[in-house]
Structure formats: structure tokens, C-alpha cells
């Protein structure tokens, strides 16, 4: 199965900007949409941002807009959150998600049509 590791999490202050990366094992990576997730503490997990199979659809949470930017190099079996204009708001465990059934129905937002998942890495914004 996928195996996916995030990285780049940590702390920032207000306005600041990170930019996270997930790193994603399997030959058929390049068939998979992709998307980030977050989740505060005593909230339920939430969609930040998707991205197609081919790279040509994304996808944002409103929260988000203008201010983060998804991405992925297929070469790398990689794919990236650029995090901009960061919020205290933003603060919460990033999620890095695949969707196998990517190639035939594009992006999706709702976690459950998510098959695989990341551990986790933290980000943090301090005012």
C-alpha cells in the first residue's frame, strides 16, 4: 500500500510562511489525487486544499484562498502546501491524504474518499 510522510511542519509567527511536503512510496503515485487535511485539537478534521492526478485541478477550502498553494512533482512522487500569510486560526496537525480513485473522479474534499494516510506534522502560528 501508500506509504506518505509529511514534513516541513514548525512553529511561525503571524504572517509568516511554511511550506510543507509529502513524500509518497508506490510506482502508481502519479494516478492518485491528492489533498491536505488539518485538524485542531478537540475539532474534527478539515479539508485545506486538493490537487488531480495530472496536476491540472486544484482545489481550497475558502479559509484558505489566496493564501495557500498546492502542488505536486510526480517525478518526486511528491506534493507541496505552500502556506502564506499564515493565521493563528491556521494552527493545527497537517494531514497529507491519497485518493486511489483519483484519475477517474478528480479532486474531492471529504476525507472519506481518502484511502491513505500521513502521520501528521505539526504547524504552529503564534500572534
Known amino acids: 500500500q501508500v506509504q506518505l510522510v509529511e514534513s516541513g511542519g514548525g512553529l511561525v509567527q503571524t504572517g509568516g510562511s511554511l511550506r510543507l511536503s509529502c513524500a509518497a512510496s508506490g510506482r502508481t503515485f502519479s494516478s492518485y489525487a491528492m489533498g491536505w487535511f488539518r485538524q485542531a485539537p478537540g475539532k474534527e478534521r478539515e479539508f485545506v486544499a486538493a490537487?488531480?492526478?495530472?496536476?491540472?485541478?486544484?482545489l481550497y477550502a475558502d479559509s484558505v484562498k489566496g493564501r495557500f498553494t498546492i502542488s505536486r512533482d510526480n517525478a518526486k512522487n511528491t506534493v507541496y502546501l505552500q502556506m502564506n500569510s499564515l493565521k493563528p486560526e491556521d494552527t493545527a496537525v497537517y494531514y497529507c491524504?491519497?485518493?486511489?480513485?483519483?484519475?477517474?473522479?478528480?479532486?474531492?474534499?471529504?476525507?472519506?474518499?481518502?484511502?491513505?494516510w500521513g502521520q501528521g506534522t505539526q504547524v504552529t502560528v503564534s500572534s
Open positions: 491524504a491519497a485518493d486511489s480513485q483519483g484519475i477517474d473522479r478528480g479532486v474531492v474534499t471529504t476525507r472519506y474518499d481518502y484511502d491513505y
Open positions: 490537487i488531480g492526478w495530472s496536476g491540472k485541478r486544484s
